[in-house]
Every structure is written in C-alpha cells, then in structure tokens.
C-alpha cells in the first residue's frame, strides 16, 4: 500500500518558518519526483516545489524562491519543505505529491500518482 504522510503544518505569524515533512512508503523513493502542492481558501490547488531524488534537482514556484527549500533524504524515503519568511498569503492546506512514472518535472498534477492527506499552514499578521 502507497503511503504519503505529510506532517509538521500549524500556525505561525508572518515572517516566521516551518518545516513540513512528508514521509512515504510502498513505492520505490528513488528516481521519482515528488513535490509539494498547495490549496488556499476559494482557490485552486497550485504547485509550490517539485525535488527529483535521483539527482536532488528541485524546481520552484515564483512564490516560493527565495524563501522555500526542498529536500529529500532517501534513506528514509522523505520529502522536506523549509519555509521561511512566511506571508499570509502562504496561508493554505500544503499536500505532497509522487509521480511514480517518467513525465519530468512539472506542477501538472495528472502526473502525480499518489498524494498526502494535506496539513494546514496557517500565517497570521
């Protein structure tokens, strides 16, 4: 059974940081891409950071450069997201996502086979 695990969202004021973790199990870790979606309120879901863990190569969303880092550790076949500088515009439920076959990488989520359950980030002022 796949597995997506996504921990480590809550609430935080503006400008400070969290580190979510999504843990996984029942699919080969390595060389695929996962990533980190994100939903906020009345909006549709969007990509926010993709890793490639054959490699460790990532891949931003305008929003997150600067400010947000992925990576994986694939001895313990986990996806990191250190957010810093947070706004209320990060405010959103956070999900991860695998692509388990080879279409590169990219935010279209149609590729992503399996994803987490979603953990809330709330950014207050």
């Known amino acids: 059974e796949v597995r997506l695990v996504a921990s480590g969202g809550g609430l935080v004021q503006a400008g400070g940081s969290l580190r979510l973790s999504c843990t996984t199990s029942?699919?080969?870790?390595?060389?695929?891409?996962l990533g980190w979606f994100r939903q906020a309120p009345g909006k549709e879901r969007e990509g926010v950071s993709l890793i490639r863990t054959s490699d460790g190569h990532t891949y931003y969303a305008d929003s997150a450069k600067g400010r947000f880092t992925i990576s994986s550790d694939n001895v313990k076949s986990t996806v990191y997201l250190q957010m810093n500088s947070l706004k209320p515009e990060d405010t959103a439920i956070y999900y991860c996502a695998a692509a388990t076959r080879n279409y590169g990488m990219a935010f279209l989520e149609t590729i992503y086979d399996y994803w987490g359950q979603g953990t809330q980030i709330t950014v207050s002022t």
């Open positions: 029942g699919f080969a870790f390595t060389d695929k891409v």
